[in-house]
């Protein structure tokens, strides 16, 4: 059974950083496209990040504040947001693909206070 379990959310200060992982087992990990996606109240879920084996991808409006990386060796991928804003207070969610493919964790809350 796949399974992708985040952590690190919580609460932080505008300018502020936190750094979110997630864990995953059950699967190959190495083939995976992983990815960090984010739902704030009354509005859809968005990219936020992926990473492949060899690429990376941001959205908008957390580029250059915010990276995306992943271990293979411990079958995770981490999301470290810096110079966080109000505006990224959502529930962060962990996605992983490959093929037809898809899981997702539970989702970590993270709350940006100005």
């Known amino acids: 059974q796949v399974q992708l379990v985040e952590s690190g959310g919580g609460l932080v200060q505008s300018g502020g950083s936190l750094r979110l992982s997630c864990a995953v087992s059950?699967?190959?990990?190495?083939?995976?496209?992983m990815g960090w996606y984010r739902q704030a109240p009354g509005k859809q879920r968005d990219l936020v990040a992926t990473?492949?084996?060899?690429?990376?991808n941001y959205a908008d409006p957390v580029k250059g504040r915010f990276t995306i990386s992943r271990d293979n060796a411990k079958n995770t991928v981490y999301l470290q947001m810096n110079s966080l804003k109000p505006e990224d207070t959502a529930v962060y969610y962990c996605?992983?693909?490959?093929?037809?493919?898809?899981?997702w964790g539970q989702g970590t809350q993270v709350t940006v206070s100005s």
């Open positions: 059950g699967t190959i990990f190495s083939f995976y496209t």
């Open positions: 990473i492949t084996s060899g690429s990376t």
């Open positions: 996605r992983g693909s490959w093929y037809r493919n898809e899981y």
